[in-house]
C-alpha cells in the first residue's frame, strides 16, 4: 500500500478527503476555470497551433497531473515559455497550420512525456540541478522579450515572422505599413484594461463595497471580460470585414484521441528540444511548487513531481495538446482561491471541458489581438533585467552566465541561448573550482582559531607554512596545489614544516592523490615535512587505502592547534639542546 501510495498520491489525499476540502477545491477550480478559457487560447496561438489545442491541453494533464503529482495547488498546462519552445521547435520541421505542424506538437509532448517519466522512476530530478538559477533567469527574461515581441504582429494586424529577435524587428518594420488601426486599437485597449485589471480593479471593487472575496474572483474574470467586449465589439461592428483577424471556428467537443507522429527523421529532429521543454518545464513547475507548498508547510517529492509532469505530456500527447508543466501565474491563483488538494484540478479539467462542450461558439469573432494583448501582459511579468546589475554586483561569472544566455537567446534562438548559458555556467565553475582559494593561516591571539594572515592579525611562525584550502581536490585542480605551494617554499629557506588545513576538503580523487605524493616527495628532498591538520573521515578513509600515509614526511593531526602546538613545542625543544 506504502508503494502504491508513492506512485499514487491521489491514495494519500484522497483518504482524508472531506466536505471542507471539497466547498475550497471547487471555488478555486471556479476561479481557475474562468480565468484559464482566454489564456489557453491565447497559449495555443503563441505555439502557432489552433486555439483548441490549448483547451485540449489543459483538460486530461490536470486530471493525470491529480492522480500522479504531489502539489496540493500546482496548476498543470500550456504555458508562455514553453509555447514559445514549442513554436521554435516544431516551426523547423514543419509549416504552420498543417497537419503536420500539431502532429509534431503532439510527438514534442510525447517524447518530453516520456523523458520526464524515465527521469522520475530513476529518480533523476538532481540532474536538473546543473541548470544555474542564473541561466534560468536570463533564459525566462528573454523569452519574456522575445514573446511579447513576437505579438506585436498580431497588436498590428500585420504579417511578420522570425524566431530571433533582430529577425522579428526586421520583419515587423518591413510590414508597419500594412498596420491594420482597428486591430491595433483593440490591442492597446485590451492591453490598458488588463493591466488596470490587474493593479487597480479589485481596490476599485472593494472601494465600491463588494465583498473581497468576491471582489477577488471579478478581478480574476477580468480577461474574460476584455475577451466579450472585443467580441462583442467584432461582430456588431463587423471588423472582421474590415481586416481584423479573428478565431474563426472552434471544433466544439471534448479532446479527440490523437496519435503523435513516430517518424524516425522526426523525432531525431525534436529530441534536443524536447529535452530542453522537459528540463525547462520541470524546473519551473518544481519551483512554483516548492513555494506554494512552504507557505503551508506542506513538501513535494521532486522525482514524484517527474512522474506527474511526464504523465500529463503523455495525457496531452494523445488528447490533441501540446508540451506543459505547472503554470506560475494559474498556480498561484489556485493557490489563493483556497485549493486544498489536487482535486481542484479534477474540477478545472471537467470545467474546461464543459467550456469545450458547449462555448467554443462563442469566440468565433475573437480578435487575435486580444489574445496577443492576453499573452504581452502575462509575459512582461517574466522580464527581469535586473537580474543583469544583481549578478554584475555580486559575481562576474554568473553575470557573464546571465549575459550570454540573454544575448544569445534573442539573437540565435531559444535552444541555443539555453545551451549556451549551461555550457557558460559549466565552464566557469570548472575555471574556478581549477583555481581553488589556497590561504596563508596564522594563529588568532588567546584562541586556537586560525584565520588568513591578509585578513586578520595573526601569529605565523618563519619555519612554519600553514596553507588551508578552500576547495575539493581533483583533477582539474591538484597541479595549481602544487604550483603555489612550490611557489611558498622557494620564497626563503627558513621553512622547515608545511602544514595542509583540510578542514574545507570535501574529497581527493586519485589525480590529487597522485599531486599530494609529488608534493611530499618534493618537499622531503627540500628538507621540509608535510603535515595535515583537521582531514574529514571520508578523506581520511579514501587516502587510508593508498600508501600515502606511511610515505607522508610528518604526521595527520586532529586539528589545526595542535599541529602548531606540537610543532612549536618540538622546535623549542631543539632549541634548547
Known sequence: MLSLRRYFPIFDWGRRYDRAALS????????????????????????????????????????????????????????????????????????????????????LALMSGLMLLLLGFLRLGFLVNFLSHPVIAGFITASGILIATSQIKHLLGIEAGGHTLPKMVASILAHLRETNIATLVIGMSVIGFLFWVRRGMKPFLLGMGVPPRFADILTKAGPVAAVAASTAAVSVFGLAERGVNIVGEVPQGLPPLTLPALSPDLLGALLMPAILISVIGFVE???????????????????????????????????????????????????????????????????????????????????????????????????????????????????????????????????????????????????????????????????????????????????????????????????????????????????????????AVNAVDYSALESLEAINFRLRDMGIRLHLSEVKGPVMDRLKRSHFLDELTGEVFLSQYDAWRCLRDERQSAAAE
Open 285 to 503: 513547475s518544481v519551483s512554483v511548487a516548492q513555494t506554494l507548498a512552504a507557505k503551508r508547510r506542506q513538501r513535494i517529492d521532486p522525482d514524484q513531481e517527474l512522474i506527474g509532469l511526464g504523465a500529463a505530456n503523455v495525457g496531452a500527447a494523445f488528447t490533441g495538446g501540446y508540451p506543459v508543466t505547472g503554470g506560475f501565474a494559474r498556480s498561484v491563483v489556485n493557490f489563493d482561491a483556497g485549493a486544498q488538494t489536487p482535486a481542484a484540478g479534477l474540477f478545472t479539467a471537467i470545467g474546461l471541458g464543459i467550456a469545450a462542450l458547449a462555448f467554443t461558439p462563442l469566440v468565433h469573432d475573437l480578435p487575435n489581438a486580444t489574445l496577443a494583448a492576453t499573452i504581452v501582459v502575462a509575459v512582461l511579468g517574466l522580464v527581469d533585467l535586473s537580474i543583469l546589475r544583481r549578478t554584475w554586483n555580486y559575481s562576474v561569472s554568473d553575470f557573464a552566465a546571465v549575459a550570454a544566455t540573454i544575448v544569445l537567446t534573442l539573437c540565435l534562438g531559444v535552444e541555443i541561448g539555453v545551451a549556451s548559458g549551461v555550457a557558460t555556467s559549466v565552464m566557469l565553475q570548472i575555471y574556478k573550482t581549477s583555481r581553488p582559494h589556497v590561504a596563508e593561516v596564522g594563529l588568532v591571539p588567546g584562541t586556537q582559531h586560525f584565520r588568513n594572515v591578509l585578513r586578520h592579525r595573526v601569529e605565523t611562525d618563519p619555519t612554519l607554512l600553514t596553507l588551508r584550502v578552500d576547495e575539493a581536490l581533483y583533477f582539474a585542480n591538484a597541479r595549481f596545489l602544487e604550483a603555489q605551494i612550490q611557489a611558498r617554499v622557494t620564497e626563503g629557506c627558513r621553512i622547515r614544516d608545511v602544514v595542509l588545513m583540510f578542514s
Open 24 to 107: 475550497s477545491d471547487l471555488l478555486a477550480a471556479l476561479i481557475v476555470t474562468i480565468m484559464l478559457i482566454p489564456q489557453s487560447l491565447a497559449y495555443a496561438l503563441l505555439a502557432g497551433l489552433p486555439p483548441e489545442a490549448g483547451i485540449y491541453a489543459s483538460i486530461a494533464p490536470l486530471v493525470l497531473y491529480a492522480i500522479f503529482g504531489t502539489s496540493r495547488a500546482l496548476a498543470v498546462g500550456p504555458v508562455a515559455v514553453v509555447s514559445l519552445l514549442t513554436a521554435s521547435a516544431v516551426g523547423q520541421v514543419a509549416v504552420q497550420g498543417s497537419a503536420g505542424y500539431a502532429a509534431a506538437a503532439l510527438s
